[in-house]
């Protein structure tokens, strides 16, 4: 089955950087779509940045030009890379992958607190 895991979550300081990853199983990676998700306490899931089957990326406004989504389809994984990181930033970070027919996969989450 599909599985994904993500990893690098961490404790930084303000202006700090963190890279998350998201390892991929069960399924012909380089096929899909791959989005990073976050949910903060109290606040609804929201969307970060997809990187399509083709590299296309798209971010939200919050993040762009602070934070890269890249892929490695030989290692069946997608990379956050987050700069200048901010307290507002501190949230539970999911991938999603976007499988057919409107099925969508993700992962456990990975915990980013900002805090000085």
């Known amino acids: 089955q599909v599985q994904l895991v993500e990893s690098g979550g961490d404790s930084v300081q303000p202006g700090g950087s963190l890279r998350l990853s998201c390892a991929a199983s069960g399924v012909i990676f380089n096929r899909y779509h791959m989005s990073w998700y976050r949910q903060a306490p109290g606040k609804q899931r929201e969307f970060i940045a997809l990187?399509?089957?083709?590299?296309?990326?798209n971010y939200a406004d919050s993040v762009k030009g602070r934070f890269t989504i890249s892929r490695d389809n030989a290692k069946n994984t997608v990379y956050l890379q987050m700069n200048s990181l901010k307290p507002e930033d501190t949230a539970v970070y999911y991938c999603?992958?976007?499988?057919?027919?409107?099925?969508?996969?993700w992962g456990q989450g990975t915990q980013v607190t900002v805090s000085s």
């Open positions: 990187i399509t089957n083709g590299g296309t990326t």
């Open positions: 999603r992958l976007q499988y057919i027919m409107g099925v969508n996969y």
